[in-house]
């Protein structure tokens, strides 16, 4: 016998579907296309770290860990940090383990935003900040970053705070479009935010992909901003193991409490082996401190390969995100570019559009060069007969 219907449930998130990743994930799947669209890596990660896990679980480590995380790891994450950016978090009271970047980004979202408050997202922006701020109460206020450049403005950044900003959510390395913050747009933030009290949420989790010399300070390098920014990093992301979902969050004391007092809820804790797989594995930093020159190979490896196809490249400082822009090749709109590109040419990738909350068409797509270089290959093979 079927079930009757349910009561009717207003949604929280009228607005929010399916999201484009997932929609053209699908779409390459079906199509038989190159996946350059959802960004993780086709490739392993390192086999020491599995062998970390196994031997972890063989070990008994198979229970709950601290809320806040292991003890060891905690207190590696915050050398790690007073080593690269010389600020140093009591790890005991200022660092906790996230399942993954978007519950930390999340959950600080709760912990700070009441309802009514103004939250500040730079567009175009990754798509779960605005989710977040709506189910904490709060209001978007969509500032762009520069068109075409996709840097801070930092005039328009000033006009959109007003005494019901509670926070303004950074991103640098930034998905998608690959520029990464100077230390001096860091320090026009501090400068901007010195006489309010406006939270940070840094979204750092491509900090270990900054190519061509360039050095990723964060938040955390300027202690103006350190003392009111939740910084947001990604074990995923550094260490080629998205689907462990591992994050970190450092905070300054009030602002950790704070967090806590929703993570305990709303996750509680995060994967016990990994845990310690993740805090042994930290004692070389050689992984990702040579993570930039792995990733720097494979864009330019993929750039040199896109410089022969009509397709023009926009800088890519960071991340392990190409943006092409696609205009003389046609003037179809963003997603459907992307959708005949996945289609018919066999190569998946984003429309930057996506990251926009009202239509914004500037002839830009995304791509994921974070593949084996075969893959690359393939997909360049595609695109060069466009």
Known sequence: MPLPPPPPLPSRLPEVGTTIFSVMSALAVRAGAVNLGQGFPDFDCDPRLVALVDEAMRAGHNQYPPMAGLAALREAVAAKTEALAGTRYDSEREVTITAGATQAIFTALLACVHPGDEVVVLEPAYD?????????GGRVVRVPLTPGRFRPDFDAIAAALTPRT????????????????TRA?????????????????ADEVYEHMVFDGGVHGGA?????LAARSFVV?????????TGWKVGTVCAPAPLTAEFRKVHQFNV???NTPMQHALAAYLADPA???GLAGFYQRKRDRFRAGLASTRLRLLPCEGTYFQTVDYRALSDLPEAAFCEW???EVGVAAIPISAFYGAPTEQGLARLCFAKRDETLDLALQRLARV
């Open 128 to 136: 779960s900040y605005v989710p977040g701020i709506t189910l904490a």
């Open 166 to 181: 509670r926070a303004i959510v950074v991103n640098t390395p930034h998905n998608p479009t690959g520029t990464v913050w």
């Open 185 to 201: 747009e860091w320090q026009r933030l501090a400068d901007l935010l010195a006489p309010t009290d406006v939270l940070v949420i």
């Open 220 to 224: 955390a390098a300027i202690p103006a």
């Open 233 to 241: 990093s990604s074990f995923g992301k550094t260490f080629h193991v």
């Open 268 to 270: 509680f804790t995060v």
């Open 287 to 289: 992984p990702y401190l």
């Open 341 to 343: 590109l996945t289609t």
